[in-house]
């Protein structure tokens, strides 16, 4: 037995402060899932990886979508050339047969992501005054914008079309907006209508 210097068992001192409990508790945990539908098929007895596995999800896209591998492809054409694929067609019906456990999370989680999700973006007040000043001034010329004093950031003409673009794609902005210059039954993708043609396009130059 290897006896223990003085100075390092006098350094090893119990550390009262640290709850144990609550440290092994997060250790061995899976952390915090904010995901509900991964949540309601999460089986805390088994590891993530396996969790992520039986849901038809990937854990680690690196492996799930690998890199091209020249060597593999080439091992790959020669079972081809040679013949040899019925292992191969073997295994891929051995996997369509046995799909994850609970596929129903990677389904439900693929019809979220196609749903439409409403736009939250929200100009401040200031940037709303700025840009139907602008517009009260100029209309939707945009080189005579940048060249107003109240552009102080210099901002380019095309910075200044593309602030007044996103405005008007805001409808809780934009609406008390035309609805106040009498605009609100106007169609905007109409070129014909002299209220809506801007200056200083790309076309134009």
């Known amino acids: ?4 210097l003085r100075k390092t068992k006098k350094n090893q001192k119990f550390n009262y402060n640290r709850n144990r409990k609550r440290l092994n508790r ?4 899976t952390g915090h899932v904010k995901c509900p539908e991964i949540k309601d098929a999460m089986d805390f007895r088994k590891n993530l990886n396996t969790n992520i596995k039986e ?3 990937a854990f680690d896209v690196n492996k799930t979508i690998p890199v091209p591998n020249a060597k593999q492809n080439r091992l790959k054409l020669a079972k081809y050339v040679n013949g040899f694929l019925e292992e191969d ?3 891929t019906e051995a996997d369509e047969r046995n799909p994850p456990s609970k596929i129903h999370v990677a389904e439900r989680l693929e019809k979220d992501s196609k749903e439409f999700v409403e736009i939250r973006f929200r100009l401040s007040k200031g940037q709303v005054k700025y840009i139907t000043g602008l517009i009260d001034t100029y209309g939707f010329n945009y080189k005579a914008m940048a060249a107003d004093k109240r552009n102080y950031d210099q901002e380019t003409w095309r910075q200044l079309r593309q602030k007044v673009r996103r405005f008007l794609t805001i409808p809780q902005q934009c609406t008390p907006y035309l609805e106040q210059k009498g605009w609100l039954d106007c169609d905007m993708n109409d070129p014909s209508d002299p209220r809506w043609k801007e200056f ?6």
């Open 89 to 91: 067609a073997f295994e």
């Open 1 to 4: 037995m290897v006896r223990r």
């Open 26 to 29: 997060k250790m061995h945990s």
């Open 200 to 205: 200083g396009t790309d076309d134009e130059e």
């Open 55 to 57: 849901m038809g999800l």
